[in-house]
T-cell receptor
């Protein structure tokens, strides 16, 4: 199993540009998450999904959109990049609907908006 | 609302010292889950432990041990005989049963172990 994969690893955007961060998992997990980690800070939840076709906002959803058309993929879309979105983005997944399950994290995407 | 506080922003120790990382949490749920993750300089997140609210037994895994005390809402992490490879940021996280598997993270503690 590849686990949770994210592309790209690094990206530099100009203000106002848009991009999609890709996330895929091959563990047949229903639950998937997007977090952002600002420098020197903990992770904050952006969006999550409990299954294909179902998404919901987390703590910091403004400026982002998601979709979940398949169990495997959970892309994160930035429409109008702003410097405040400079961060490291982590995608995660887990298989259960109880908090007892460990979340598996991808390697992260480091995004800089200039 | 759930909250996790890691009051120690940075800790610096000399190799072979013991070190304890503090974690205090807030929740209204009676069923919840606590986690510790390690983030080495390479940036990935490494799962260390999960504990549910009904299991207050302390746990030891090699040089790592965890002390869970519901009375003080704390879930502290101790590294015995620290090593340089333990240098990392350590995150404590909480998940409430009513919020599914969503994690709330603390701000993290940067541990530096000097030779």
């Amino acid at each position: 199993n590849a686990g949770v994969t994210q592309t790209p690893k690094f990206r530099i955007l100009k203000i106002g540009q848009s991009m999609t961060l890709q996330c895929a998992q091959d563990m047949n997990h229903n639950y998937m998450y997007w977090y952002r980690q600002d420098p020197g800070m903990g992770l904050k939840l952006i969006y999550y999904s409990v299954g294909a076709g179902i998404t919901d906002k987390g703590e910091v959803p403004n400026g982002y959109n998601v979709s979940r058309s398949t169990t495997e993929d959970f892309p994160l879309r930035l429409e109008l990049a702003a410097p405040s979105q400079t961060s490291v983005y982590f995608c995660a997944s887990n298989g259960g609907d109880a908090g007892n399950n460990e979340q598996f994290f991808g390697p992260g995407t480091r995004l800089t908006v200039l | 609302a759930q909250k996790v506080t890691q009051a120690q922003t940075e800790i610096s120790v000399v190799e072979k010292e013991d070190v304890t990382l503090d974690c205090v949490y807030e929740t209204r749920d009676t069923t919840y889950y606590l986690f510790w993750y390690k983030q080495p300089p390479s940036g990935e997140l490494v799962f260390l432990i999960r504990r549910n609210s009904f299991d207050e037994q302390n746990e030891i895994s090699g040089r790592y041990s965890w002390n869970f005390q519901k009375s003080t809402s704390s879930f502290n992490f101790t590294i015995t005989a620290s090593q340089v490879v333990d240098s990392a940021v350590y995150f404590c996280a909480l998940s409430e049963e009513t919020s599914g598997s969503r994690l709330t993270f603390g701000e993290g503690t940067q541990l530096t172990v000097n030779p």
